[in-house]
């Protein structure tokens, strides 16, 4: 999943770029350049804390 996403980025970001400024300006190139790069961010932030919360076991932990 995460190894295409550079390659979607490098073909849409350029048109999404194109498009926007087109449209509405440096505002709506703005709005367009946050919300895809939360939106692809979103699951990546899951799984780093995910894995964070999760406490490891320890055989050296005190009894």
Avoid: E, K, Y
Wanted: net charge positive.
């Amino acid at each position: 999943m995460w190894g295409t996403s550079l390659a979607t980025a490098v073909i849409c970001a350029p048109v999404l770029a194109c498009w926007a400024l087109a449209q509405g300006g440096p505002g709506l190139v703005a709005l367009a350049t946050f919300s895809c790069g939360a939106v692809t961010c979103l699951p990546l932030a899951v799984l780093v804390n995910r894995h964070r919360t999760r406490q490891p076991i320890s055989s050296t932990a005190p009894r």
